[in-house]
T-cell receptor, first 113, second 115 residues
Framework: KNQVEQSPQSLIILEGKNCTLQ??????????LRWYKQDTGRGPVSLTI?????NTKSNGRYTATLDADTKQSSLHITASQLSDSASYIC????????????FGQGTTLQVKP | EAEVAQSPRYKITEKSQAVAFWCDPI?????LYWYRQILGQGPELLVQ????????DSQLPKDRFSAERLKGVDSTLKIQPAELGDSAMYLC?????????????FGPGTRLTVL
C-alpha cells in the first residue's frame, strides 16, 4: 500500500533554532517528492521538489534531502522564524498518467519567541 | 501571480442542509482536483477532472457528494445532505496537465463546519 509517514507529529522550537522533519514513504513507482508548507487556514504551498536522481534541494532557509534507496526524506529549517510556524506536509507522487499525490499527515511546527 | 480561487472561505451549516463550494483554477490549467482535509491530517483526494471529464472519483461519497466542471474551467462541489462528519477544509487544486511531473497549485480552501 502506498503510504507516507511523517515524524514528529508536532514540534515546538525557539526562534533562531534549527529543526529537522522526517518523512518515510512506501510509494511505488516513485516519481517525485515535494515538501509543502501549509499555514493555518490556508492551502499548501510547495517548498521543494525532488526527483529520483536528486538528493538535496534548497529554498532559502529550507533544505530538503532525499534518499531514494531507503525511501526517506528530511526537511531542515535553519535559523527558524516565527513565520515558519505552520504544518509541513511531505507529498510523494507516483509515476504515471494521473500523477496521484500521496500525502503524509503533516508535522505541525510552532516557533516561539 | 496567478492563483486558484475558492469561495466561500468559511461556511457554517446545519446537518441535513445542502452546501456548495466553488473553485476557479489557474487560467489554462486543464486538471482540477478537489480534496478534503480533516484537521491534523493530510488532504484526501475526492475527485479529479481533466477538462470537463471526471478521471478519478473513487473516494467521492457519491450518495451525498457531487462535483461538476461543465465548461472545463471552474468547478462546483456539492454536499447534500451535510453530515457532522463532513466538517473539514475543502481544498481545490489545479495543474497544467495531469501527470506526475506537473505541480498542483492549491487554493486557500473552504472551511466547512456542520452543526
Amino acid at each position: 500500500k502506498n503510504q507516507v509517514e511523517q515524524s514528529p507529529q508536532s514540534l515546538i522550537i525557539l526562534e533562531g533554532k534549527n529543526c529537522t522533519l522526517q518523512c518515510n514513504y512506501t510509494v511505488s513507482p516513485f516519481s517525485n517528492l515535494r515538501w509543502y508548507k501549509q499555514d493555518t487556514g490556508r492551502g499548501p504551498v510547495s517548498l521543494t521538489i525532488m526527483t529520483f536522481s536528486e538528493n538535496t534541494k534548497s529554498n532559502g532557509r529550507y533544505t530538503a534531502t532525499l534518499d531514494a534507496d531507503t525511501k526517506q526524506s528530511s526537511l531542515h529549517i535553519t535559523a527558524s522564524q516565527l513565520s515558519d510556524s505552520a504544518s509541513y506536509i511531505c507529498v510523494v507522487t507516483s509515476r504515471g498518467n494521473t500523477g496521484k499525490l500521496i500525502f503524509g499527515q503533516g508535522t505541525t511546527l510552532q516557533v516561539k519567541p | 501571480e496567478a492563483e486558484v480561487a475558492q469561495s466561500p472561505r468559511y461556511k457554517i451549516t446545519e446537518k441535513s442542509q445542502a452546501v456548495a463550494f466553488w473553485c476557479d483554477p489557474i487560467s489554462g490549467h486543464a486538471t482540477l482536483y478537489w480534496y478534503r482535509q480533516i484537521l491534523g491530517q493530510g488532504p484526501e483526494l475526492l475527485v479529479q477532472f481533466q477538462d470537463e471529464s471526471v478521471v478519478d472519483d473513487s473516494q467521492l461519497p457519491k450518495d451525498r457528494f457531487s462535483a461538476e466542471r461543465l465548461k472545463g474551467v471552474d468547478s462546483t462541489l456539492k454536499i447534500q445532505p451535510a453530515e457532522l462528519g463532513d466538517s473539514a477544509m475543502y481544498l481545490c487544486a489545479s495543474s497544467a496537465t495531469s501527470g506526475s511531473s506537473n505541480e498542483q497549485f492549491f487554493g486557500p480552501g473552504t472551511r466547512l463546519t456542520v452543526l
